[in-house]
């Protein structure tokens, strides 16, 4: 094992099925933060996770984690990961302390009651661990997962989309655990639709599109690379690509179309004045700061305007995944 | 091997926890014995019920492999087969655990149908002989399990399994030497009986009922377990990785 290696390291590492390239050449290192992986559905989120827990095998490139290659020694990392995926999966006819003693078994912990209990209270659930699974809220089942995931001190923890589905309270609660397990020296890779969250929570962030990474910062840095400050503006009529100088057209979601300034108080007011005079009505107009969406939605090619939903193709990624 | 037990005992507990599974997958078969066996005017055997009793044990078994097929395709649905394969536990370790879970529930299921049929007035009380039934329900529970694990991994979803299972449960049974002896079978029948694997299984329960030891049919058995146990392996790494 090199000692100086980060804990997560990809090269070049590549997924192929068949002429779609789900994962393409993503070269990452990763070392005890919590690191989000951004992209739109289909982008490659789940692949790129399902390669680094040796559930999927590269077609090309490497992948260590923890000094270990998923390759070469898929025992060895799985002996150091923990992989919580998008599915809830857990057993509702058991009670929480079961579903998290049955893991603890399965890892084989020497002490898996006493180690359950802690894992249990570490992510608040000492209080409702006799009760069945299917009497907890979506955030509780949740929580169960990251206490099954947690019961053998994993040093890397893989989250797929941990907070989708749940309500805000929810959400909030998840986050909380995440960073106090980074804190005490956890590498989280977590995947994540939510950029406020991902702003919030992550280190970094790469942000990946048709299985390439587009952009990887700390999301301060990418909001101040890449977007300046956003105008909004809201009208009806079509955009005919009017520009003014220093303003650049990010993207249109709904009515809203979305600009990026310099200065949004020196380009406003010439922005506004061309649209009128390209023939659109204005009914609002907002300068902000950029947040991730911003950054986001500058790197992504759009999507759902342009293209149909592809079932077959989507079928046929579930499918070779799954 | 502990880890085949952790993940047998995750289902056993699922299943008994699950009342209602655990009594409607009974009531086929006890009907099967009290209403056919009890029922039906047989004129080549004295005691029906001890002809029969052997058949039904071993439908019983059937039904529980037919419905246990299923059991890792929903793991895999739910999403809790890609959980345990990201574990450092072997990942044979599942579909063995799955493998033990059917056929000993299948086990439960046969006992509680025997005692049934020793109520009823059925005479199958020697010990010997309930010892080596246990140990042919076994083994053909393992091969029935292992076939019906491997048809559910190769197809796509429980809709097809389900339509699959129904498609061969009553024919396998009815094309068995579960309800008649050959030599009452049309010619047709015979040969189709014959080949057929619930057969071998009831066959050898009969034999020991007669003091027979069917060595060669539980030699038979076994190895078409281990075969097909062996071609479920296959197929689970090829679905896993």
């Known amino acids: 094992m090199i000692t100086n290696m980060a804990i997560i390291e990809t090269s070049g590492l590549t997924k192929k099925f068949n002429d779609l390239v789900a994962v393409d050449e993503m070269t990452l290192s990763i070392d005890r933060e919590i690191f989000g992986l951004l992209g739109p559905n289909g982008s490659g989120k789940t692949t790129t996770v399902k390669m680094l827990t040796t559930l999927l095998t590269p077609t090309s490139g490497e992948a260590t984690v923890c000094g270990h290659s998923v390759t070469a020694q898929p025992s060895k990392v799985r002996d150091r990961i923990s992989y919580v995926p998008q599915d809830m999966a857990v057993d509702m006819k058991l009670t929480g302390r079961e579903n998290v003693i049955f893991f603890a078994n399965l890892y084989g912990i020497p002490r898996p009651r006493e180690t359950a209990d802690e894992a249990l209270t570490q992510m608040d659930l000492a209080s409702r661990a006799d009760d069945m699974v299917k009497t907890y809220s979506g955030g509780m089942r949740r929580r169960l997962e990251l206490a099954q995931a947690l019961v053998h001190d994993p040093e890397v923890l893989f989250l797929d989309e941990p907070t989708i589905g749940l309500d805000v309270a929810g959400r909030r609660k998840i986050w909380e655990h995440i960073i106090s397990l980074k804190n005490g020296g956890m590498t989280v890779f977590v995947t994540t639709h939510y950029m406020d969250e991902a702003d919030h929570a992550c280190g970094r962030v790469g942000i990946i599109d048709k299985g390439k990474i587009v952009a990887l910062d700390t999301p301060a840095a990418l909001k101040s690379l890449h977007c300046h400050e956003i105008i909004a503006i809201r009208g009806e009529g079509e955009y005919k690509g009017t520009v003014v100088p220093d303003v650049t057209f990010i993207g249109k979601t709904g009515d809203e179309l979305r600009f990026q300034a310099i200065s949004g108080e020196d380009s406003g007011i010439p922005l506004l004045r061309a649209l009128n005079e390209s023939g659109m009505k204005i009914h609002s107009f907002v300068i902000r700061q950029p947040t991730l969406d911003d950054v986001f939605l500058s790197l992504i090619e759009e999507q759902e305007e342009t293209m149909a939903f592809d079932h077959h193709r989507f079928r046929t990624m579930l499918r070779r995944r799954a | ?241």
């Open chain 2, 1 to 241: 091997m502990k880890r085949t037990f952790t993940y047998m005992e995750r289902d056993l507990r699922r299943w008994i926890r699950g009342r209602i599974n655990v009594i409607t997958s009974l009531v086929m078969p006890a009907a099967w014995l009290i209403f056919v066996g009890l029922a039906l005017p047989i004129r080549f055997t004295d005691n029906y019920l001890d002809f029969i009793t052997p058949g039904i044990l071993v439908l019983t078994m059937l039904g529980a492999s037919l419905q246990g097929g299923a059991l890792l395709m929903f793991d895999k649905i739910l999403g809790f087969l890609q959980k345990f394969l990201a574990m450092p536990a072997p990942r044979e370790t599942i579909l063995f655990g799955k493998i033990l879970f059917i056929t000993c529930r299948g086990l439960i299921q046969t006992t509680i149908i025997l005692v049934i049929a020793l109520i009823l007035g059925a005479h199958l009380l020697n010990p010997v002989f309930l010892l080596q039934t246990y140990l042919i329900l076994f083994i053909f529970g393992v091969l029935l399990s292992s076939i019906m694990t491997t048809v559910a991994l190769s197809l796509e979803d429980h809709d097809s399994y389900a339509a699959f299972n129904s498609m061969i449960a009553m024919p396998l049974f009815f094309t068995s030497s579960a309800l008649m002896p050959y030599d009452q079978m049309p010619g047709w029948l015979e040969v189709l009986a014959r080949l057929n694997p619930v057969s071998y299984a009831i066959d050898a329960i009969r034999s020991m009922q007669e003091g027979i030891f069917p060595a060669t049919t539980i030699v038979g058995l076994l190895i078409g377990a281990v075969v097909v146990l062996s071609a479920c392996i296959i197929t689970f790494r090829r679905a896993t990785v």
